[in-house]
């Protein structure tokens, strides 16, 4: 399904500092029902491994390259607070950000308030997050990334077809990235930039 990006949907987009405000104004008042009880463990774990992340991700010469020779883009992503996947992978797109801000305008929208637009980026028929749509200036989508690096997508359809429930899941991935260390994520984000350049 084509979706229609909009100045409009852009403006009105959380820039990261915005983003990580909403996780800790969520954090700091009662949970609003169930579900939001639910998530707050995990609203609270990835709140502090973005902290750690903000500070201590570098980015490879390689990706930095890429970018700037690639043209000017905003970085459209779509997330949650309470996704794993986007804790470990969000805040590197804002370290890019802040680096190479011409190139590099980084905007993110709430999963679960804009079925609209995570709808039209399912993988797999699935509502997987964070998501990445590179925008050109006239707001044509130039690259998708998401909704995570692709050689741990597909150790987690592996390991789902094997029947692991999200508790065994969770330390697995965790283990993963900690182990790759941001690499592939940058590889393929540089993939993706040379692709539309």
Same mark, same amino acid.
């Given at each position: 399904?084509?979706?229609?990006?909009?100045?409009?949907?852009?403006?009105?987009?959380?820039?990261?500092?915005?983003?990580?405000?909403?996780?800790?104004?969520?954090?700091?008042?009662?949970?609003? @029902? +169930?579900?939001?009880?639910?998530?707050?463990?995990?609203?609270?774990?990835?709140? %502090? *491994?973005? #902290? !750690?992340?903000?500070?201590?991700?570098?980015?490879?010469?390689?990706?930095?390259?890429?970018?700037?020779?690639?043209?000017?883009?905003?970085?459209?992503?779509?997330?949650?607070?309470?996704?794993?996947?986007?804790?470990?992978?969000?805040?590197?797109?804002?370290?890019?950000?802040?680096?190479?801000?011409?190139?590099?305008?980084?905007?993110?929208?709430?999963?679960?308030?804009?079925?609209?637009?995570? @709808? +039209?980026?399912?993988?797999?028929?699935?509502?997987?997050?964070?998501?990445?749509? %590179? *925008?050109? #200036? !006239?707001?044509?989508?130039?690259?998708?990334?998401?909704?995570?690096?692709?050689?741990?997508?597909?150790?987690?359809?592996?390991?789902?077809?094997?029947?692991?429930?999200?508790?065994?899941?969770?330390?697995?991935?965790?283990?993963?990235?900690?182990?790759?260390?941001?690499?592939?994520?940058?590889?393929?984000?540089?993939?993706?930039?040379?692709?539309?350049?």
């Amino acid at each position: 399904m084509a979706y229609h990006y909009t100045t409009k949907l852009i403006d009105t987009a959380l820039t990261y500092p915005d983003y990580r405000r909403v996780i800790m104004a969520t954090l700091a008042s009662s949970p609003a @029902d +169930a579900t939001a009880e639910k998530m707050r463990p995990y609203l609270k774990s990835n709140s %502090a *491994l973005m #902290d !750690d992340y903000d500070e201590n991700y570098r980015i490879t010469p390689a990706l930095l390259d890429a970018v700037n020779t690639g043209p000017a883009t905003t970085w459209l992503v779509i997330t949650e607070g309470w996704c794993g996947d986007a804790a470990f992978n969000v805040p590197l797109f804002h370290v890019l950000e802040k680096l190479v801000p011409e190139k590099v305008k980084l905007r993110l929208v709430l999963r679960d308030s804009n079925p609209e637009i995570m @709808d +039209a980026h399912l993988t797999d028929g699935g509502r997987s997050i964070p998501k990445l749509i %590179a *925008l050109s #200036d !006239d707001l044509k989508p130039l690259g998708f990334w998401g909704p995570r690096p692709a050689g741990l997508q597909q150790l987690m359809k592996q390991w789902k077809d094997d029947g692991m429930e999200l508790r065994e899941l969770i330390p697995k991935v965790h283990g993963w990235y900690d182990a790759d260390k941001t690499r592939t994520l940058q590889q393929e984000l540089a993939r993706m930039v040379k692709r539309y350049s």
